[in-house]
């Protein structure tokens, strides 16, 4: 495989999805580290080159650029046990990485952002305004990881798959600011622990 | 292949995508209507039993049940000329995928539907809130696709996939109850007259 660069900024969890996967499959991974509260995925050069969307994580691979998480995960991992041979549990893996984006991301990993990093007292009223629906949206997905994970020890099928790592890398990090509470939902809290114990599993502050 | 059956709401361009694909493929595919305004979808039998998630569209597969559009998408489609063989460009489709649906969907779609089959007068304030920051995301969105499309026929690669149909899906009936228009986004126009134009092409009301 040709040389792999990670465009990245450390705090982001979209970010270490990357990190985790190549850990995983014991894959070199250089990186390039980014504030994105300095703008500095917004420049002129970032924009023209790395990506026009102007966020991170991209991949790189070689000369080419691959923007949005999941999609790199599922590039590094494309014949591994990360992703499941069976046609519908690949599916079912997507599925998950899809609902992660919509449903998970920007709730969770947005108001874990605001309150952490950014600061409530330097939230626009748009955002402050906007503060009870992402935690109810958040809660809802933690709901329904909780109890679609009652029978189950990961998301699909029978093993560990890029569809935990997606949902790993936001819910494990989820209360810190106070965003939100993982008290009320203990198989969440005990399938993190179950990733967490993997072999080749690595921190997001690795 | 199982019976295929499609839980759907007919005005949703996420429905859409998977009758799109199964017409390109040649799929028979049963149809289940729901009324999502009428919250159809939120009721104990579909939360139970169709998705827990309480959204359309779910494809069923026999007594198997795939939500998320993109996820419905790829399944059927794997395997065929709709999903890039090479290892990059089927990254790269999945890519502009979950950018759909990050990035394009919520402004593009949700816009849509507030303002042409929920009306303005009939949103909350909450929504009203945030018409604005809906519409200068869909038209980054599209500005995006546009210069994408400068030397491009096709958003991945040489040839028509599933990137093509989850993007034609919202952006083709942006325009509805005046969200967006796509005047100023003239290889968006000529990409959509491409995609209408295909053999096995059918319409979002067919």
């Given at each position: 495989m040709d040389r792999l660069t990670l465009?990245?900024?450390?705090v982001s969890g979209n970010c270490y999805k990357i990190r985790l996967t190549a850990a995983h499959l014991g894959l070199p991974l250089e990186r390039k580290l980014y504030?994105?509260?300095?703008?500095?995925t917004r420049t002129p050069a970032y924009l023209s080159t790395v990506n026009a969307n102007g966020r991170?994580?991209?991949?790189q691979?070689?000369?080419?650029?691959l923007p949005e998480s999941n999609a790199a995960i599922f590039y590094l991992a494309k014949g591994s046990a990360l992703i499941p041979a069976d046609r519908w549990d690949e599916a079912?893996?997507?599925?998950?990485?899809?609902?992660?984006q919509y449903n998970h991301e920007p709730n969770i990993a947005t108001l874990?952002?605001?309150l952490a990093y950014v600061g409530r007292d330097n939230l626009s009223d748009a955002q402050h305004a906007q503060i009870d629906s992402k935690r109810a949206g958040g809660e809802a997905a933690l709901k329904l990881m909780d109890e679609h994970l009652t029978h189950r020890q990961w998301f699909v099928g029978n093993s560990f798959s890029l569809a935990d790592i997606a949902l790993y890398a936001y819910t494990h990090v989820c209360e810190e600011g106070g965003a939100f509470d993982l008290t009320g939902y203990p198989r969440v809290q005990g399938w993190l622990a179950r990733v967490a114990g993997l072999a080749g599993h690595?921190?997001?502050?690795?």
């Open positions: 465009h990245e900024d450390p504030d994105i509260r300095k703008g500095e991170v994580p991209v991949l691979v070689g000369e080419r650029y079912d893996m997507l599925r998950w990485m899809f609902w992660e874990r952002f605001w690595i921190r997001i502050d690795s």
